[in-house]
């Protein structure tokens, strides 16, 4: 069964370094998304994208962040310079035809 | 704005007795409801979906749900939990804005005892 891949799994950074975290959707899948989940918390949404553009972005995806979907197959976010805060798990979402959306495994990001 | 509310953190069974884990939402137009479950370490996993239809929903695992209009809840059960059922259960509901992103609560433990 296709799944949806994250890597890595774990990044450890240092505050202000710049992370990339890649994901790899289901192949026929035409929306894509990012949420993050700070330790105990409930999952939050970043971002989506469609059409090669971000079709919506919340109130957390600010300048620090982006995305791009640089070939068929990866789906990348980037945050430009790294807070303390952004500490949490981030999952990386996809969705077809279907109404469901699938998750990958998810980065753990830790900012030091 | 779309959301839902898990009013429970914990629910505690014991194996073989039936579960249920509650949900109630909010929502401007037609509720398209979404039950995910997290193991340790691990990413959301899809159990079911409420869209249209019949109000009883079934879904992965063994697990079935009940979408109720008139109490605007989609309590999520199972008649004879498993140890391996124990997780981290999230409601979620679709927002009809945009391009669908989910909506989650805050996400129900449930333990299963031996």
């Known amino acids: 069964e296709p799944e949806v891949t994250q890597t890595p799994s774990h990044q450890v950074t240092q505050m202000g370094q710049e992370v990339i975290l890649r994901c790899v959707p289901i192949s026929n899948h035409l929306y894509f998304y990012w949420y993050r989940q700070i330790l105990g918390q409930k999952v939050e949404f970043l971002v989506s994208f469609y059409n090669n553009e971000i079709s919506e972005k919340s109130e957390i995806f600010d300048d620090q962040f982006s995305v791009e979907r640089p070939d068929g197959s990866n789906f990348t976010l980037k945050i430009r310079s790294t807070k303390l805060e952004d500490s949490a798990m981030y999952f990386c979402?996809?969705?077809?035809?279907?109404?469901?959306?699938?998750f990958g495994p998810g980065t753990r990001l830790t900012v030091t | 704005a779309q959301s839902v509310a898990q009013p429970e953190d914990q629910v505690n069974v014991a194996e073989g007795n039936p579960l249920t884990v509650k949900c109630t939402y909010s929502v401007s137009g037609n509720p398209y409801l979404f039950w995910y479950v997290q193991y340790p370490n691990r990413g959301l996993q899809f159990l079911l979906k409420?869209?249209?239809?019949?109000?009883l929903v079934k879904g992965s695992y063994g697990f079935e749900a009940e979408f109720n209009k008139s109490q605007t809840s989609f309590h999520l059960k199972k008649p004879s939990a498993l140890v391996s059922d124990s997780a981290l259960y999230f409601c979620?509901?679709?927002?009809?804005?945009?391009?669908?992103?989910?909506?989650f609560g805050t996400g129900t433990r449930l333990l299963v005892s031996p």
């Open positions: 979402a996809s969705k077809g035809v279907r109404d469901e959306q699938y």
């Open positions: 979620a509901v679709r927002d009809d804005t945009g391009f669908q992103k989910l909506v």
């Open positions: 409420y869209i249209t239809g019949d109000n």
